[in-house]
């Protein structure tokens, strides 16, 4: 079911582990040809095209583009209370911490009558993107949600595919549950469009063939999606800012002899169960556990309501056991990987975490399963896939913030300084950034 890959004795530098890991293959370009159609259509099309690819992608042709008051109101009068429940604690862990992500405005003084400032000014308007494939992610409503609303964020818009097998009153809407997740958070701008073309009008915007605005240019796109989701955001980046490129989600589990082989089984299948590319990757120094491991999935892959996609997912090429020498072998091969989602299952697996460089999130311990993240630990789940952990970050408050610098100097402060700059100027052959500060030197400005 699900391939090994023999490390033991083997150099780990980073260069090779690259060429031998499990990675799940997943060709952007190849959907740029897809997607930039699509993404012109919108442009010169705009309501009307949105609807046209709706029927197309979606099976079902929108009637209200912007979903009505009424729909979001009813969709959360309609909630399942303990669905209701899950939410709020939901949105309540996430806003505590990311809460605490704020920025705060600061000056430094340089020189006598010099002062460089750092404002955080947050985006004027965003567009939040959730899926509605596979699987329909309301949580991904409130990951992305609640960290726009806490940086301050003035406008918010969301977009989510429409449904052709809701219940017959959500018909051609977004699921109840996402509708349900943004009138929890106070989010009245929802749009029943999904997949590029829902990239393409938040960056364009989109009007009715008579000029009535039906959704005004975002200037940032964030939230996960499908590789055409994805291909959308390449090809629109400069049009729009986007938070990052996330592929299928991966999980990769350290362990050594004292892991439990059921529970690592049953996170490796938590993360399977997402999408047939999703990857599910154990790395262990005990082959024992591997084996156990093995034995665990094959009675639970068997029981779980998705098996096709799950073992679609554990038997690709993206997913596998590496077995390693020792933890440290564990290490360098975990921190290589870069993993979306990283679990510690080992002896002293917080000071083993606090050794981790490269992860976009690290779940500590037997107690702190990757499901947990997904929901309720009150961190983000939009996270940084395909390895691009060893250089960026998950969705945060900061992602919605820009800094800005302010600088003020007076006339005493520039010209204790001038002398440098005229010198750099000189040295780099643009002496009209030398004349002007001699201008100011000399009384002028």
Same mark, same amino acid.
């Given at each position: 079911?699900?391939?090994?890959?023999?490390?033991?004795?083997?150099?780990?530098?980073?260069?090779?582990?690259?060429?031998?890991?499990?990675?799940?293959?997943?060709?952007?370009?190849?959907?740029?040809?897809?997607?930039?159609?699509?993404?012109?259509?919108?442009?010169?099309?705009?309501?009307?095209?949105?609807?046209?690819?709706?029927?197309?992608?979606?099976? *079902?042709?929108?009637?209200?583009?912007?979903?009505? !008051?009424? =729909?979001?109101?009813?969709?959360?009068?309609?909630?399942?209370?303990?669905?209701?429940?899950?939410?709020?604690?939901?949105?309540?862990?996430?806003?505590? *911490?990311?809460?605490?992500?704020?920025?705060?405005?600061? /000056? /430094?003084?340089?020189?006598?009558?010099? %002062?460089?400032?750092?404002?955080?000014?947050?985006?004027?308007?965003?567009?939040?993107?959730?899926?509605?494939?596979?699987?329909?992610?309301?949580?991904?409503?409130?990951?992305?949600?609640?960290? !726009?609303?806490?940086?301050?964020?003035?406008?918010?818009?969301?977009?989510?595919?429409?449904?052709?097998?809701?219940?017959?009153?959500?018909?051609?809407?977004?699921?109840? /549950?996402?509708?349900?997740?943004?009138?929890?958070?106070?989010?009245?701008?929802?749009?029943?469009?999904?997949?590029?073309?829902?990239? !393409?009008?938040?960056?364009?915007?989109?009007?009715?063939?008579? &000029? %009535?605005?039906?959704?005004?240019?975002?200037?940032?796109?964030?939230?996960?999606?499908?590789?055409?989701? *994805?291909?959308?955001?390449?090809?629109?980046?400069?049009?729009?800012?986007?938070?990052?490129?996330?592929?299928?989600?991966?999980?990769?589990?350290?362990?050594?002899?004292?892991?439990?082989?059921?529970?690592?089984?049953?996170?490796?299948?938590?993360?399977?169960?997402?999408?047939?590319?999703?990857?599910?990757?154990?790395?262990?120094?005990?082959?024992?556990?591997?084996?156990?491991?093995?034995?665990?999935?094959?009675?639970? *892959? =068997?029981?779980?309501?998705?098996?096709?996609?799950?073992?679609?997912?554990?038997?690709?090429?993206?997913?596998?056991?590496?077995?390693?020498?020792?933890?440290?072998?564990?290490?360098?091969?975990?921190?290589?990987?870069?993993?979306?989602?990283?679990?510690?299952? /080992?002896?002293?697996?917080?000071?083993?975490?606090?050794?981790?460089?490269?992860?976009?999130?690290?779940?500590?311990?037997?107690?702190?399963?990757?499901?947990?993240?997904?929901?309720?630990?009150?961190?983000?789940?939009?996270?940084? %896939?395909?390895?691009?952990?060893?250089?960026?970050?998950?969705?945060?408050?900061?992602?919605?913030?820009?800094?800005?610098?302010?600088?003020?100097?007076?006339?005493?402060?520039?010209?204790?300084?001038?002398?440098?700059?005229?010198?750099?100027?000189?040295?780099?052959?643009?002496?009209?950034?030398?004349?002007?500060?001699?201008?100011?030197?000399?009384?002028? &400005?």
């Amino acid at each position: 079911m699900i391939a090994r890959t023999d490390l033991r004795g083997r150099p780990l530098d980073a260069a090779s582990l690259r060429q031998v890991l499990p990675r799940a293959e997943f060709d952007v370009e190849a959907a740029l040809d897809a997607v930039r159609p699509i993404c012109a259509q919108v442009q010169h099309g705009g309501a009307g095209a949105l609807r046209d690819l709706g029927e197309r992608f979606d099976g *079902v042709r929108p009637t209200d583009l912007r979903v009505p !008051a009424a =729909a979001l109101h009813d969709a959360l009068a309609q909630l399942d209370d303990g669905v209701r429940a899950a939410l709020e604690e939901s949105i309540r862990r996430t806003r505590l *911490v990311h809460r605490d992500q704020r920025r705060h405005d600061v /000056t /430094t003084q340089v020189a006598e009558g010099g %002062t460089v400032t750092e404002r955080w000014i947050p985006v004027g308007r965003v567009g939040l993107y959730a899926p509605g494939g596979l699987a329909v992610l309301a949580s991904s409503v409130v990951m992305n949600a609640v960290p !726009a609303q806490e940086a301050g964020v003035p406008s918010i818009a969301l977009a989510s595919p429409p449904q052709r097998d809701n219940p017959p009153r959500f018909a051609g809407l977004p699921h109840p /549950t996402v509708l349900a997740a943004c009138a929890l958070l106070g989010i009245d701008e929802v749009y029943a469009v999904g997949g590029a073309q829902a990239i !393409a009008m938040f960056a364009y915007g989109a009007r009715e063939d008579d &000029g %009535t605005v039906v959704c005004a240019p975002v200037n940032l796109v964030t939230g996960p999606g499908n590789i055409y989701v *994805v291909a959308a955001k390449r090809l629109l980046k400069g049009v729009i800012g986007i938070d990052s490129e996330a592929g299928p989600t991966e999980i990769a589990v350290l362990a050594d002899d004292t892991a439990d082989p059921h529970l690592v089984a049953a996170d490796l299948v938590s993360q399977a169960e997402h999408d047939p590319l999703a990857a599910a990757v154990l790395v262990t120094d005990d082959e024992d556990l591997a084996d156990a491991v093995e034995a665990a999935l094959a009675e639970q *892959v =068997a029981a779980t309501k998705h098996t096709e996609r799950v073992r679609a997912a554990l038997g690709g090429r993206q997913s596998g056991i590496v077995l390693v020498d020792d933890l440290e072998a564990g290490l360098a091969v975990c921190d290589a990987y870069a993993a979306e989602h990283l679990e510690i299952h /080992t002896r002293d697996a917080a000071a083993v975490a606090a050794r981790v460089r490269n992860a976009g999130a690290i779940f500590v311990g037997p107690y702190a399963p990757v499901s947990l993240g997904d929901y309720l630990a009150g961190s983000n789940h939009v996270l940084p %896939t395909g390895g691009c952990a060893c250089h960026s970050s998950g969705l945060s408050v900061q992602s919605f913030l820009r800094g800005v610098h302010v600088i003020e100097y007076d006339r005493a402060a520039l010209e204790q300084v001038a002398d440098h700059v005229v010198a750099l100027a000189e040295a780099e052959d643009l002496p009209g950034h030398g004349d002007a500060v001699r201008a100011r030197a000399r009384g002028r &400005g």
